[in-house]
């Protein structure tokens, strides 16, 4: 059983910087792992995706501005969050399937794909 816990969510100013943690128990071996958000009245989207080969995919708004990376020996999924703007502010949440030996279907940005999903932490951008 996959447990995934998230942390570091915040609230900072417009332009300022967060990173997500996303620890995960279990054995994490060949799962597709990917970062998303839901923001009030909104449905979820998924932002950034990542195999367990190291194929990476980003949702076009945060492209340039976000980077996922994950620590194989530790467990540890990473959303590192540049440059925010207001309307990054949501829930975000980590999950993670292994129904494809590791590659992520769609890059990994397709929630109904999940299986695995953690609590959330909030991101709130303020302008």
């Known amino acids: 059983q996959v447990q995934l816990v998230e942390s570091g969510g915040g609230s900072v100013q417009a332009g300022g910087s967060l990173r997500l943690s996303c620890a995960a128990s279990?054995?994490?071996?060949?799962?597709?792992m990917g970062w998303f958000r839901q923001a009030p009245g909104k449905e979820r989207e998924g932002v950034a995706g990542i195999d367990w080969y190291g194929s990476i995919s980003y949702a076009d708004s945060v492209k340039g501005r976000f980077t996922i990376s994950k620590d194989n020996a530790k467990n540890i999924l990473y959303l590192q969050m540049n440059s925010l703007k207001p309307e990054d502010t949501a829930m975000y949440y980590c999950?993670?399937?292994?129904?494809?030996?590791?590659?992520?279907?769609?890059?990994?940005?397709?929630?109904?794909?999940?299986?695995?999903w953690g609590q959330g932490t909030q991101v709130t951008v303020s302008s």
């Open positions: 279990g054995d994490m071996r060949r799962y597709c």
């Open positions: 999950a993670a399937e292994n129904s494809r030996g590791g590659y992520c279907y769609g890059g990994g940005r397709f929630a109904a794909d999940f299986v695995y």
